[in-house]
């Protein structure tokens, strides 16, 4: 079993995101009683046994602008249901993740942390309405290193306007610069949503296939390996990515959490107060065989996990074998895995058709 915790608090909005993000005021102790009882709730219902509990991944909003006591009680609910060897992710803003806050979240069992960088340009940062500097980063990457995490892991974004090479070759000269404090890279190239401040504003996306392809190169070049679309390792992927990927069961706590349960899909309360009222609501989504089907579809080609032929119709493993002769697709141990992951979707819907 794999869990996901959101905490939805932030210092600002950034102008690109659209996950559930709050800023504090006064709802912090309120949401935190909520999630404990969410917490119970799914321990219960869905019969977790001790030590199920594979990989738990606190993202957000920003976890790191929550004091460490408001965890605490998270991690004694939570702990006799995590594997011994559980891997445990948070994520953290560079000026807010500082050295003390890092120091605790490890001693509460936190052994991966992942810091919302984004950019080390500093023009760059303030167009993704980011409010860290570039010092800010490697200032964050030391203090986790000085408390003891050996596996942490820097987002990035790109294929904004303002990216050209001479960006990118800017953001790959300081992404060297942490090699060795990272074992981990996750490069998003930036989404318009609705509900951002970026909506509408269409020509903020450089959409420049050829400088994706520049940036990615310029990553493994680093020493890390491609095994997701947008997400690189040295080593070992991220377990926690992964099991998305693979279809595996997972379940969601927090405001606007969303997780998935043999063949189902559970949906929180995507308002606070609604959430703080009732937080062990779900609403339940059956998924059919062809929602399944089409999601296995997509989620294996943007990933190494691949595609089993035996999961492909008839027709559709006719269109993955026409991939394969054009050389977009390779065939191994009875999966077919994608070559190219910016080609993804397309490939996914061509087969799918």
Known sequence: MHFYIHIPFCESKCHYCSFTSLKKKDYEEAYFNALLKDLNYQISYFKLAKNSIKTLFIGGGTPSVVDVKFYEKIFKTLTPFLEEKAEISCEANPNSGNFNWLKNMKELGINRISFGAQSFNEKKLQFLGRTHSSKAIFESLENAKKAGFKNVNLDMIYDTKLDDKKMLKFELFHLEK??????????????????????KLFHYKKNAPNLMRFFIKGIENLGF??????????????????????????????LSGVGFYENQRFYTHKNLKEYIKEPCFRKIEKLSFND??????????????????????????????????????QFEKGRYFNTNFLLSDELALFISS
């Open 292 to 329: 399944l089907n089409l999601e296995r579809l997509f989620l294996g080609l943007r990933s190494v996990v691949g595609v089993k032929e035996k999961d492909l119709s008839p027709a559709q493993k006719a269109r993955a074998n026409l991939l394969l002769k054009a050389k977009k697709l």
């Open 178 to 199: 942490t090699k060795q404090l990272i074992k981990h890279l996750s490069a998003y190239h930036l989404s318009i949503e609705e509900n951002t401040a970026f909506s």
């Open 225 to 254: 390996k491609q095994y997701e679309i947008s997400n690189f390792s040295k080593n070992k992927p991220c377990r926690h990515n992964l099991s998305y990927w693979q279809g595996k069961n997972y379940l969601a706590a927090g």
